[in-house]
């Protein structure tokens, strides 16, 4: 099996010991090309047009253009595989979450950073197998094989004829696997990715939980809060709170948090 190419990285920070610093850690990498190392968020913005980088290690505090500003002026849906830097404690960087994949909170260890790398390696390969699920869904369309992917249906309901997903490809290790969705117990979202959770297994891959909220069917799957869906009949118990809070206990044990906009709708749809 041939290898994948080297992992392109692109290093931004305004301070050059900082930058050192990651490119120093990746070189002890196997397969991985530092493309740049930027000290300034304008720059930054330039060099991930240009040289379209798999990975940036994105420092959040910069004068003139921060971190942030730099993912909302490409755009989120547009940004590469990214791991913010920054010397914020890491609970204030619940925001940030636009397109990152981790954070690494300065000063950090080589085990650390050797977590996150490792972590975004495998996010930047998914994106890799994202464009080749694409490619194999219109080769399906294209021999008239019944394509796991569908047209995607109102939530308000779809009209007799409609089809939901009834397996979803996943890349591992470079082989693409079909899941049947019959399998799936939940799926958490995770920054850009989904996390579809088999059992006592997880696979990532890159769909807005949105898009996977609209083709799959509702009549099997709930979405209890805006970052988990559920399928229903993995569902045991509603455990409620004096508070009002809820939680969903699937039948594995599981316990995942109801937004209380939801809780209702929810139990009319157990009640089913």
């Known amino acids: 099996m041939p290898e994948h190419p080297p992992l392109r990285v692109l290093i931004v920070d305004d301070e050059p010991l ?6 120093g850690l990746l070189r002890k ?4 090309e530092i493309v740049g190392m930027i000290g300034d ?3 930054a913005v330039e060099a991930i047009r240009s040289l379209a980088p798999d990975l940036v290690f994105l420092d959040v505090q910069m004068p003139g253009m921060t971190g942030l500003e ?3 002026t490409i755009g989120p849906a547009d940004m590469p595989t990214t791991v913010f830097v920054t010397a914020y ?3 204030a960087l619940a925001a940030f979450d636009l397109a990152a994949i981790d954070y690494l909170v300065k000063p950090f260890d080589d085990e650390r950073f050797e977590e996150a790398f490792q972590r975004a390696r495998r996010m930047a390969r998914l994106e890799e197998a994202s ?3 694409d490619m194999l869904l219109a080769v399906l ?5 019944q394509a796991p992917t569908v047209k995607t249906p109102t939530r308000s309901g779809a009209g007799a004829g409609a089809r939901y997903l009834e397996r979803i490809p996943v890349e591992s290790r470079g082989k693409v696997r079909f899941i049947p969705v019959s399998d799936i117990d939940y799926i958490l979202a995770s920054g850009p990715y989904a996390e579809l959770v088999v059992g006592d297994r997880k696979h990532l891959i890159r769909e807005a939980m949105q898009n996977l909220e609209n083709q799959l069917d509702p009549a099997r799957f709930f979405r209890v809060h805006r970052s ?3 399928q229903l009949d993995r569902v045991d118990a509603l455990l409620k709170a004096p508070s009002g809070d809820c939680d969903v206990q699937l039948r594995n044990g599981v316990k995942i948090k109801i937004a209380r906009s939801r809780r209702e709708e929810l139990e009319k749809r157990l009640a089913m």
């Open 41 to 43: 968020g304008v720059s």
């Open 70 to 72: 730099v993912v909302r």
């Open 18 to 23: 900082g930058r050192r610093r990651v490119a």
């Open 131 to 133: 464009r080749l699920r």
């Open 228 to 230: 988990a869906i559920v």
């Open 29 to 32: 990498e196997r397969g991985v």
């Open 89 to 91: 404690d890491k609970h």
């Open 141 to 145: 369309q294209g021999t008239g094989e």
